[in-house]
T-cell receptor
Framework: DQQVKQNSPSLSVQEGRISILNCDYT??????FLWYKKYPAEGPTFLIS?????DKNEDGRFTVFLNKSAKHLSLHIVPSQPGDSAVYFCAASRYDDKIIFGKGTRLHILP | NAGVTQTPKFQVLKTGQSMTLQCAQDMNHNSMYWYRQDPGMGLRLIYYSASEGTTDKGEVPNGYNVSRLNKREFSLRLESAAPSQTSVYFCASSGRGLNTEAFFGQGTRLTVV
């Protein structure tokens, strides 16, 4: 039973445009949500997070939006750059509990 | 800054062989994790340790055992390797409390033939 779902295995976006990656979760007890970026042959690296008490968190080109009623979050990257091509994982956790990851979305930034 | 260190980086095993994947972190984190990554399956949690001396099963624990030797080290053991355990294994650690992210090692690519 997947608690964190990323339904788009891949996404292609033109360089300079906005990339929107989506994530849904089923466990209403989750209160902390994270996005990770992964390049081939490397470990995942933390990108941005959001607490359930917020609905938006911004860090430079990256913004995460949380819609608790819909159990949905999204990561916006503006503008998209070639170095953003990677696999993006959505993750969620409860306070002081383990972190559960989705299956990932492979983002291709097209020149 | 070492962060999370995994050894070995690559390993080939024959079916039925055993091995231990080592992980150590130098960030004084309480929580440590073992995940496996397979194509199309994302990062699946094998085992989790919230603190020294405690371990909990994750989504896919069958065929694995773990030891939280001390606060720094969390090892993953395959007692009798199977081809289905061919995967990339990642160790991670995180602090406790509100809003703490996990830091990952570079991974161990394991092939079981």
């Amino acid at each position: 039973d997947q608690q964190v779902k990323q339904n788009s295995p891949s996404l292609s976006v033109q360089e300079g445009r906005i990339s929107i990656l989506n994530c849904d979760y089923t466990n209403s007890m989750f209160d902390y949500f994270l996005w990770y970026k992964k390049y081939p042959a490397e470990g995942p690296t933390f990108l941005i997070s959001i607490s359930s008490i917020k609905d938006k968190n911004e860090d430079g080109r990256f913004t995460v939006f949380l819609n608790k009623s819909a159990k949905h979050l999204s990561l916006h990257i503006v503008p998209s750059q070639p170095g953003d091509s990677a696999v993006y994982f959505c993750a969620a956790s409860r306070y002081d509990d383990k972190i559960i990851f989705g299956k990932g979305t492979r983002l291709h930034i097209l020149p | 800054n070492a962060g999370v260190t995994q050894t070995p980086k690559f390993q080939v095993l024959k079916t039925g062989q055993s091995m231990t994947l080592q992980c150590a972190q130098d960030m004084n984190h309480n929580s440590m994790y073992w995940y496996r990554q397979d194509p199309g399956m994302g990062l699946r949690l094998i085992y989790y340790s919230a603190s020294e001396g405690t371990t909990d099963k994750g989504e896919v624990p069958n065929g694995y055992n773990v030891s939280r030797l001390n606060k720094r080290e969390f090892s993953l053991r395959l007692e009798s390797a199977a081809p289905s355990q061919t995967s990339v294994y990642f160790c991670a650690s995180s602090g406790r409390g509100l809003n703490t992210e996990a830091f990952f090692g570079q991974g161990t690519r394991l092939t079981v033939v």
